[in-house]
């Protein structure tokens, strides 16, 4: 006769000895409770956090084009990610590019899996990272961009640009192969935004009276109140890239909530030893740029590797926004190449070296990979072909629709602001 125990016992012999493939993509609730959650933080730092954060940093008769572009991309590139985004980013593909199979989400149902999570909510968490990367350009050319070209060119950008990068580090590309570490996007979001943003910069030339005329941030409470939207967000960017309520996911967040505040302390530090008094748009650049930096390191390194490079990045950034910006002469306005350029390779090189067991880290990137020398090398690859393709790829798409229909608003559209000038509104009724 069996017992209850006996016959627990049996089903739990039948269970080790079934074969793996069976369990392998068997739905797992919390996973998919955290995966639902960082989910809607990431789209919680585009709306509101990243409109915010920008928003106060341009002149009040501009406010409203801001927000206007980050939440009208915001709807755009959804729409392109259903199209084709997902499908030339993540299908199988090749090694350069994941094809039209999936296009219009083909093959996605209710019962799709992607590991231990349905596939609609790993597709809606990455449409999340293809909305807020051409987002982010979005300051590098604020207040002289015309707003129909603005669409044009984020949609030709995301499917010729980001889809085929994503799909080389993320998608099973060839930059995967070389054992890149770039865990929640240094390479495929910050270095890739950062350097595209530079060359829209540089395409449609200055804002009139750029280093003439007085253009401070006009209202600052509404930049702290994005950047502290964009630090609880980055959770969900960082710890949700691990597709999984584990160790790896907890690690994440710790480190990723060390590096904004080392990077935030060293900003701040920095700028009050140089000009005598620590800012409040100092503090709040030097958290950003403590985030985009341990982004790609966020599932590879510990809190050792956190605090060097949360302190890298606040130091390098403010550099970079500040004498590089004024040497080199660009008006990147809201310094996007600054902080997320130069915070993405930061990020991305210094991975290669906290990365390693002796510092804490998790190990390289592949078992060909024994040395910091050779994860370096591997990172540098990522970085140089991501700066390579797409500056020429962002340049060339700029040039023709510059040709087609323009590029810039007129010097009369931009003197009297683009809030009045394309969208007929005035941010304040004064």
């Known amino acids: 006769m069996f017992s209850f125990k006996r016959i627990r016992s049996l089903v739990g012999m039948l269970v080790l000895l079934a074969p793996t493939a069976v369990f392998a993509d068997e739905l797992s609730a919390g996973d998919t409770a955290w995966m639902l959650t960082a989910t809607a933080l990431v789209l919680f730092m585009t709306i509101p956090g990243l409109s915010l954060f920008y928003a106060g940093m341009v002149r009040s008769k501009n406010v409203l084009s801001v927000l206007m572009q980050c939440f009208a991309i915001t709807s755009l590139m959804t729409v392109l990610w259903v199209v084709c985004g997902y499908s030339l980013a993540f299908g199988e593909g090749n090694a350069f590019w994941g094809g039209f199979d999936g296009m219009m989400l083909k093959g996605l149902t209710v019962d799709s899996m992607s590991g231990t999570i349905p596939e609609s909510v790993f597709m809606t968490f990455q449409m999340t990272f293809a909305i807020i990367t051409p987002a982010l350009m979005v300051g590098a050319f604020a207040e002289r961009m015309k707003f ?39 390479t495929v979001v910050h270095i890739n935004a950062g350097i595209a943003g530079l060359v829209a910069a540089i395409v449609l030339g200055k804002r009139n009276g750029f280093q003439q005329t007085l253009m401070a941030p006009h209202n600052l409470s509404l930049t702290v109140m994005g950047a502290a939207m964009l ?67 966020a599932g590879a390194v510990g809190p050792m590797g956190a605090l060097a490079i949360g302190a890298a990045a606040g130091l390098g950034c403010f550099f970079a926004a500040t004498t590089l910006k004024k040497a080199f002469g660009y008006d990147d306005s809201l310094d996007v190449f600054g902080v997320h350029g130069v915070g993405g390779i930061i990020g991305a ?82």
């Open 148 to 186: 129909s070209s603005m669409l044009v060119f984020m949609s030709a950008w995301l499917i010729v640009v980001y889809a085929p990068i994503c799909h080389w580090v993320w998608g099973g590309g060839f930059l995967d192969g070389y054992g890149i570490l770039d865990f929640a996007g240094g």
């Open 231 to 297: 630090w609880v967000g980055w959770f969900g960017f960082n710890a949700g890239s691990e597709l999984a309520a584990d160790g790896v996911a907890g690690m994440a967040m710790a480190v990723t909530q060390i590096a904004a505040a080392t990077g935030a302390l060293a900003w701040m530090f920095a700028e009050w030893i140089r000009h005598g008094k620590p800012s409040v748009l100092g503090i709040v650049s030097g958290a950003v740029s403590g985030l985009i930096a341990i982004t790609p390191a």
């Open 349 to 430: 090189l210094l991975t290669g070296v906290f990365c390693a067991e002796q510092f804490g880290g998790a190990g390289f990137g592949s078992d060909e990979i024994t040395s910091i020398g050779g994860q370096l090398t591997a990172q540098a690859i990522g970085v140089g072909v991501t700066l390579v393709y797409t500056a020429i790829a962002t340049f060339i798409i700029l040039k023709i629709i510059d040709v087609v229909m323009g590029l810039r608003v007129s010097d009369e559209q931009e003197t009297e602001g683009l809030d009045l000038a394309l969208h007929d509104e005035r941010g304040y009724n004064l």
